[in-house]
């Protein structure tokens, strides 16, 4: 019995990675930071990971689905569902690629003020009590990123959309030095691209 996700070519896990590594190193290598949300976090990295998995799990669940030629199509819709169910499921948050938590709090706090002026800290996390949105900073020293976490209800909903619209907007004024993670990522990257394409063409 022939399965198609048996036979997927290693090049098909390696090619997805590898445009990952080259575009989060590619953020990490730019002058100003770039805010993007969570759940765009979370595509680009199920992008990411996608070759992996139909290689791995999806290859070796296939089988139990039998001999259906809906079978791939089944697996492939079954990854996309899981990738979305977490995005759904997630906490909102916003992600600050290549720049310090030492860089983005003071941005943070001059926001939060202008949109709250009964703004509480508390650490690094703030309460916003005027309009129900309590968040989190949170810093990733090695890799550059900060990621500004909401823990609010539904009804905080507008001011922490409120709260990113201006963050994204102030993020642009910092002016920041290239991290040296990111030419480590693109430097992997470019060699699992290498791979990917010499194994595509049948060199090794």
């Known amino acids: 019995m022939n399965f198609w996700l048996d036979n997927l070519p290693l090049w098909v896990a390696i090619l997805p990675l590898g445009i990952y590594c080259c575009l989060l190193g590619g953020l990490q290598l730019r002058r100003r930071p770039l805010v993007i949300t969570g759940a765009w976090d979370s595509v680009l990295l199920g992008g990411g990971l996608s070759g992996l998995a139909a290689i791995g799990p999806l290859a070796a669940v296939q089988p139990l689905l039998g001999a259906s030629p809906w079978s791939e199509v089944i697996l492939l819709l079954l990854y996309v569902l899981v990738v979305a169910i977490c995005i759904l499921f997630a906490r909102p948050r916003l992600l600050i690629y290549n720049a310090t938590l030492e860089q983005v709090r003071p941005l943070v706090a001059e926001i939060a003020a202008a949109v709250d002026p009964a703004v509480r800290w508390a650490g690094e996390g703030l309460a916003l009590p005027t309009i129900g949105l309590q968040a989190h900073v949170e810093g990733?020293?090695?890799?550059?990123?900060?990621?500004?976490?909401?823990?609010?209800?539904?009804?905080?909903?507008?001011?922490?959309?409120?709260?990113?619209?201006?963050?994204?907007?102030?993020?642009?004024?910092?002016?920041?030095r290239p991290s040296p993670v990111g030419g480590m990522l693109v430097a992997a990257g470019t060699l699992l691209l290498m791979l990917a394409v010499s194994s595509a063409l049948g060199l090794f």
């Open 140 to 176: 990733n020293g090695p890799l550059r990123t900060v990621s500004v976490v909401a823990l609010h209800s539904q009804e905080a909903a507008e001011g922490w959309n409120d709260l990113s619209r201006r963050l994204r907007r102030t993020a642009r004024r910092l002016r920041v």
